[in-house]
């Protein structure tokens, strides 16, 4: 079984920096993919940032400039930098580990509350 647990939710006022972590635990094997995932109130869950096996980032345009993700391969760890914090970036953040063995699989964090006042 592969596990995911996220740190580093809470609440912030707007402008102010808040930094995710989520470590992968277990039978990890093949590894392609880290990310993170967040979910607004009434909205469906978007991509926000992902880092490939090679070293690849990408961010959603509403972040970019602002959040980095970054990976810690030896503790097969991902982060998430999330710095101007705007009050739209309110949500439940979800990690995200994409393996692929004979398929591709998606494991997902608990997720973490993140909320920004103005």
């Known amino acids: 079984q592969v596990q995911l647990v996220e740190f580093g939710g809470g609440l912030v006022q707007a402008g102010g920096s808040l930094r995710l972590s989520c470590a992968a635990s277990?039978?990890?094997?093949?590894?392609?993919?880290m990310a993170w995932y967040r979910q607004a109130p009434g909205k469906q869950r978007e991509l926000v940032a992902v880092?490939?096996?090679?070293?690849?980032?990408n961010n959603a345009d509403s972040v970019k400039g602002r959040f980095t993700i970054s990976r810690d391969n030896a503790k097969n760890t991902v982060y998430l930098q999330m710095n101007s914090l705007k009050p739209e970036d309110t949500a439940v953040y979800y990690c995200n580990l994409a393996t692929l063995t004979t398929k591709l699989n998606d494991y997902w964090g608990q997720g973490t509350q993140v909320t920004v006042s103005s």
């Open positions: 277990g039978n990890i094997f093949g590894i392609y993919a």
């Open positions: 880092c490939t096996n090679g070293g690849n980032t």
